[in-house]
Protein backbone atom coordinates (compact mmCIF):
# COMPACT_ATOMS: atom_id res chain seq x y z
CA UNK A 1 0.00 0.00 0.00
CA UNK A 2 1.23 3.33 -1.00
CA UNK A 3 0.71 6.82 0.65
CA UNK A 4 -1.03 9.71 -1.21
CA UNK A 5 0.48 12.30 0.99
CA UNK A 6 3.38 13.46 2.82
CA UNK A 7 4.72 11.25 5.77
CA UNK A 8 4.27 12.98 9.17
CA UNK A 9 8.66 14.02 9.63
CA UNK A 10 7.78 16.22 6.38
CA UNK A 11 4.59 17.67 7.62
CA UNK A 12 5.88 17.51 11.18
CA UNK A 13 6.96 21.64 11.24
CA UNK A 14 4.06 23.17 9.82
CA UNK A 15 1.83 20.58 10.71
CA UNK A 16 1.42 20.77 14.81
CA UNK A 17 1.48 24.10 16.90
CA UNK A 18 4.06 24.13 19.07
CA UNK A 19 2.90 26.42 22.41
CA UNK A 20 4.09 29.22 23.59
CA UNK A 21 4.23 28.17 27.44
CA UNK A 22 5.01 24.55 27.66
CA UNK A 23 8.44 22.97 26.20
CA UNK A 24 8.48 18.98 25.02
CA UNK A 25 12.16 18.86 27.34
CA UNK A 26 12.10 15.50 29.27
CA UNK A 27 11.81 15.64 33.05
CA UNK A 28 15.43 15.59 32.94
CA UNK A 29 16.15 18.63 31.16
CA UNK A 30 13.26 20.34 32.83
CA UNK A 31 15.15 19.56 36.20
CA UNK A 32 18.24 20.71 35.00
CA UNK A 33 16.67 24.31 33.43
CA UNK A 34 15.59 25.08 36.46
CA UNK A 35 11.84 23.66 36.88
CA UNK A 36 10.25 26.44 36.20
CA UNK A 37 6.34 26.32 36.25
CA UNK A 38 4.09 27.58 33.50
CA UNK A 39 3.24 30.67 35.48
CA UNK A 40 7.26 31.38 35.71
CA UNK A 41 7.90 30.82 32.02
CA UNK A 42 4.63 32.71 30.71
CA UNK A 43 6.47 35.84 32.67
CA UNK A 44 9.87 35.28 31.37
CA UNK A 45 8.15 35.25 27.39
CA UNK A 46 5.84 38.68 28.38
CA UNK A 47 9.18 40.57 29.36
CA UNK A 48 11.20 39.02 27.21
CA UNK A 49 8.79 39.94 24.15
CA UNK A 50 8.49 43.25 25.87
CA UNK A 51 12.35 44.48 25.86
CA UNK A 52 12.48 43.17 22.07
CA UNK A 53 9.41 45.29 21.02
CA UNK A 54 10.35 47.99 18.26
CA UNK A 55 7.83 50.73 17.58
CA UNK A 56 7.04 50.81 14.36
CA UNK A 57 8.04 54.38 12.16
CA UNK A 58 4.41 56.81 11.71
CA UNK A 59 4.81 59.42 9.79
CA UNK A 60 4.78 62.69 11.12
CA UNK A 61 1.40 63.57 9.74
CA UNK A 62 -0.54 60.61 11.01
CA UNK A 63 1.41 61.45 14.99
CA UNK A 64 -0.17 64.86 14.72
CA UNK A 65 -3.64 63.52 13.54
CA UNK A 66 -3.29 61.22 16.34
CA UNK A 67 -1.96 63.70 19.01
CA UNK A 68 -4.89 65.99 18.05
CA UNK A 69 -7.82 63.63 17.85
CA UNK A 70 -6.41 62.94 21.62
CA UNK A 71 -6.31 65.82 23.09
CA UNK A 72 -10.24 67.11 21.06
CA UNK A 73 -11.50 63.41 23.07
CA UNK A 74 -9.80 64.36 26.62
CA UNK A 75 -11.24 68.19 25.96
CA UNK A 76 -14.24 66.61 25.66
CA UNK A 77 -14.48 64.30 29.26
CA UNK A 78 -11.92 61.51 27.79
CA UNK A 79 -9.71 59.90 29.87
CA UNK A 80 -6.18 60.88 29.78
CA UNK A 81 -4.17 57.97 28.09
CA UNK A 82 -0.89 57.16 29.54
CA UNK A 83 2.55 57.96 28.59
Known amino acids: MTRSGPSTPQRYRTAFYEPLGSGWSKFGRWCEAGAKTATERAHGIWKRKLAEFE ?21 EGGASPMD
Open 55 to 75: RSPLDASVAEALDDFVARRVA
